[in-house]
């Protein structure tokens, strides 16, 4: 079952982004949507022999999942 939680808007290199994030299961999923009318990302953390990584859902868009999974994280540091 998909479940909501927060939303909150920022910017990725210059474009403004909002990032939802949903529960599925028992995995987080962010969802990204950009101004720039380019798809939507979904991306999620995973566990790998090298620790905890970004990836993208399909694969295919990791240099996006990085950066901005690194921005995710920053928002919750900071609540």
Do not use: C, Y
């Not at 474009?15 to 529960?23: L, P």
């Amino acid at each position: 079952m998909l479940f909501d939680n927060e939303s909150f808007e920022t910017q990725f290199e210059d474009i403004g982004i909002i990032i939802q994030e949903h529960t599925l299961g028992v995995s987080k999923v962010f969802r990204i949507a950009f101004a720039d009318k380019r798809n939507p990302l979904t991306i999620t953390k995973i566990s790998t022999s090298n620790g905890k990584v970004w990836t993208s859902i399909p694969q295919g868009r990791s240099r996006e999942a990085v950066l901005i999974g690194a921005i995710i994280e920053d928002h919750f540091k900071n609540k």
